[in-house]
């Protein structure tokens, strides 16, 4: 089984529509194909953002991700990590870097590699949730 870590993006775009983060979401997490991770950090920042002002104007968007993240969360390891790195420009994006590492995990899986410029970081594949379904789920 597959452990992975879901940036933000990837979680907030599962709430969105259907497109691979839903999928991945969806159709792998919330139905224990894969082994989600997540640390405090991480679950601050979901709920912060599912808290944003543009948020609020789409409809069912706040109750439908408070429920997928109450789904994820009974899925998930909770971990906190037992190192901090300092590689990535947007500091705020280390704490999935600092989980990935301290977990062993497999993937992070992300919509954006601007903010994570390689693929690979100790054992852990950086994958778009387009190329995570279509490598291994397909």
């Not at 870590?5 to 194909?33: A, C, E, M, Q, W």
């Not at 789409?58 to 429920?67: G, H, K």
């Not at 899986?109 to 601007?114: A, D, L, Q, S, V």
């Amino acid at each position: 089984m597959h452990r992975l870590i879901l940036d933000t993006n990837v979680f907030i775009s599962s709430v969105l529509g259907r497109s691979y983060p839903y999928f991945v979401v969806h159709d792998l997490i919330l139905h224990g194909k894969v082994k989600p991770y997540l640390s405090h950090e991480i679950i601050e920042e979901y709920e912060k953002v599912i808290g944003y002002e543009k948020f609020k104007t789409i409809r069912n968007f706040i109750p439908d991700a408070n429920i997928i993240l109450r789904g994820i969360k009974k899925q998930a390891v909770n971990a906190e990590p037992l190192i901090r790195v300092d590689l990535l420009k947007d500091k705020s994006d280390n704490k999935f870097l600092d989980l990935a590492i301290t977990a062993s995990v497999d993937f992070l899986i992300t919509g954006n590699h601007k903010h994570f410029p390689f693929e690979r970081i100790e054992n852990t594949e950086i994958i778009s949730p387009e190329k995570y379904w279509n490598t291994y789920w397909k």
